[in-house]
């Protein structure tokens, strides 16, 4: 486990270091203590996960960065990330209320949801079920 996690470090900081050396913005750091999802690199490329590592998502219809558009039946497919009724924004990570009063975490003002379709962490099976939901990634 420590090697894993040792050889995601690195890869996480050759990334950054790749991205800032060929003029593009390095991934922003959102592995920060208390942070409701981390960074990870897996095959399907370095993307966001909750903390049990399943793959985080987001959906094209959440445009106005405070307000979900996946309600009622969606929600049986894309499960919203969940955040505490106290949570406060930490980073890139914000809250928002959904119509139901509950509240999840949005990164970047994007609501972030699981995939009903994974079953195991590092699952991406979501990623083509439609053009409309997109694994979350550091560079949106």
Same mark, same amino acid.
């Given at each position: 486990?420590?090697?894993l996690?040792? $050889?995601t ?6 990334a =950054?270091?790749?991205l800032?050396d060929e003029g593009g913005?390095?991934?922003?750091a959102?592995?920060?203590q ?5 960074i $990870?690199?897996? =095959?399907?490329? $370095? ?11 987001y959906f *094209? ?5 405070n ?5 009622a039946?969606?929600t049986?497919?894309w499960?919203?990330l969940?955040?505490?009724a *106290?949570?406060?924004?930490?980073? *890139? ?5 959904? =119509?139901?009063g =509950? ?6 003002y994007?609501?972030?949801?699981t995939s ?8 991406a ?9 997109h $694994? ?5």
């Amino acid at each position: 486990m420590l090697r894993l996690a040792m $050889i995601t470090a690195a890869v996480l900081f050759s990334a =950054s270091t790749a991205l800032a050396d060929e003029g593009g913005t390095a991934p922003p750091a959102a592995n920060v203590q208390g942070a409701p999802a981390q960074i $990870i690199a897996t =095959s399907h490329g $370095i993307m966001l996960v909750d903390r049990k590592g399943m793959t985080l998502y987001y959906f *094209d219809r959440d445009d106005t960065g405070n307000k979900s558009n996946c309600d009622a039946a969606c929600t049986q497919r894309w499960t919203p990330l969940a955040a505490p009724a *106290d949570a406060q924004a930490i980073g *890139d990570f914000t809250v928002i209320v959904r =119509s139901d009063g =509950s509240k999840m975490w949005a990164y970047r003002y994007r609501p972030l949801y699981t995939s009903q379709a994974d079953k195991a962490p590092g699952d991406a099976n979501g990623a083509g079920a439609t053009t409309l939901w997109h $694994i979350a990634r550091p560079t949106y």
